[in-house]
């Protein structure tokens, strides 16, 4: 069975770096990319194949094909998705293992990451492609066939 992928370097510009499975838009720069800075960004370049810490070197991103993404939520076979928000504001909280009081946990942050597509109708959406596979919450890893489009909703 053959396989038809596009794999390109592009420098990380994030002073963290970027983990693999992530969604990566344009940089300032040609041959720079960054991690989104709100939900539905444009200048979609792919996904990121391999992490990468260190802030001007280089990351693989695919470009077409089919990749391994981080859901920010469930997401069904066969979805459209688009990326997801970054809310590094929002806190999270579990259970106490003890007296099952809510411990609050350090907030999450979901730059990069992928959702089923929800916005209001009549909005441009910036499509990165459809759920071959399944996610049921945040944090799974799912794979899309990478279908770089704009819709409307």
Known sequence: MSH?????????????????????VQGTNAGECKLPAAANAGAILGVTIHGQTIQK?????????IARVVAA???FLGDPVNIAAE?????????????????ALPPKVIAGKVKRIDESPGTKINCLGFAETAAQEDGDVLEIFISLHERTA
Not at 57 to 65: D, I, N, P, S
Not at 87 to 103: I, W
């Open 4 to 24: 038809y992928i596009l794999d390109k370097e592009y420098k990380i510009t994030d002073a963290a770096g970027v983990s693999a499975g992530l969604v990566v």
């Open 87 to 103: 809310d590094a504001n929002e806190l999270y909280s579990k259970p106490c293992p003890t007296c099952g009081a809510p411990v």
């Open 57 to 65: 070197q280089t990351v693989a991103v695919r470009k077409a094909g």
């Open 73 to 75: 939520g469930p997401i």
